[in-house]
């Protein structure tokens, strides 16, 4: 269960633990402009404090619009693990599908120092018993704190990042994912079809990917910093 706070055509999402519907009240500061570029979506919007309290409770998922088309996608999570843990987590291109639901072993294409280039095969569950597999290349570029990830075939576009954000010192860590949303129309002829007959289900397609991303790092953070 989830609910949608929509204001000045944004939607801010957020789900708790136990997955029962929460009401946060945000200010217009965070919703309020039509279009945010990626280094600006909640970047010096809320206080780190305010973020560690909210994200404490659960996932935060931040939904930029262009009108009414979806531009960019943010996620924060707290992470009960020190900064520099998170990090090898993220940067484990190589290890993804050892903790990454439903990732095939990734193919690395090059390798230079702080940068990788990986082929990855997901599947995306579109509804129950209906599932499809993504298959594409990302470019890894590593610049602590962040984790820059661009598409080789669209090489002028803006990358999307990691970003890890040191709280209660350097113990626990805001983790932060955005990228461009894509567009489902290029993701394969079962997710076009589905999205055409179901257009309610693409936003589930835009979420659902990146919640599960950030929850299994999170989830292998933690895990790594409880046998420390």
């Not at 298959?135 to 598409?151: E, S």
């Not at 990228?179 to 129309?185: E, I, K, V």
Request: glycine letters at 4%; one cysteine or more.
């Amino acid at each position: 269960m989830v609910q949608w706070i929509k204001k000045s055509g944004k939607e801010f999402y957020f789900r708790n633990k136990m997955a029962l519907p929460l009401m946060c009240i945000l200010t217009s500061v965070l919703l309020a402009s039509p279009c945010f570029p990626a280094e600006k979506v909640l970047d010096e919007k809320l206080d780190k404090n305010t973020l560690k309290l909210m994200a404490q409770h659960g996932q935060l998922i931040h939904l930029a619009y262009d009108g009414e088309e979806l531009t960019y996608r943010t996620v924060v999570m707290f992470v009960n693990a020190p900064v520099d843990m998170v990090w090898d987590v993220i940067t484990d291109i190589e290890n993804y599908d050892k903790f990454v639901p439903e990732m095939l072993p990734p193919k690395i294409i090059n390798r230079k120092k702080d940068e990788i280039t990986a082929h990855h095969t997901v599947k995306v569950k579109v509804i129950a018993g209906i599932s499809a597999s993504e298959n594409y290349d990302m470019r890894y570029v590593f610049k602590k704190p962040r984790v820059y990830m661009y598409d080789p075939k669209k090489p002028k576009r803006e990358p999307g990042y990691w970003e890890i954000v040191p709280v209660d010192g350097s113990s626990k860590t805001l983790l932060f994912y955005t990228d461009r949303a894509p567009n489902l129309n290029e993701m394969g002829t079962m997710v076009k079809t589905i999205v055409r007959m179901k257009p309610e289900l693409g936003l589930a397609l835009q979420v659902s990917p990146i919640s599960i991303l950030t929850k299994a790092m999170k989830s292998r953070a933690e895990a790594l910093a409880k046998k420390k």
